[in-house]
């Protein structure tokens, strides 16, 4: 059985550190993450594929 699929919008997030934004819907196919993959289920352990910080240095892009 499959996990429910979310019906809220889809987010984006942007390093503080460098400006690189990951964008729920786009993913990061590039660095295995697939489009649609949620912020909170990509590992802790995930870095910035430009300037190599962690999760903890992005911060929510509200419109």
Known sequence: M???VSDAP???YMCVVCGHVYDEAQGAP???IAPGTRWEDIPD???????GVG???????VD
Do not use: N, Q
Request: with cysteine.
């Open 30 to 32: 590039e660095d295995g």
């Open 10 to 12: 889809f987010r984006s």
């Open 55 to 61: 999760k903890d240095d992005y911060e929510l892009i």
């Open 45 to 51: 352990t995930w870095t910035c594929p430009d300037c």
């Open 2 to 4: 499959s996990a429910p």
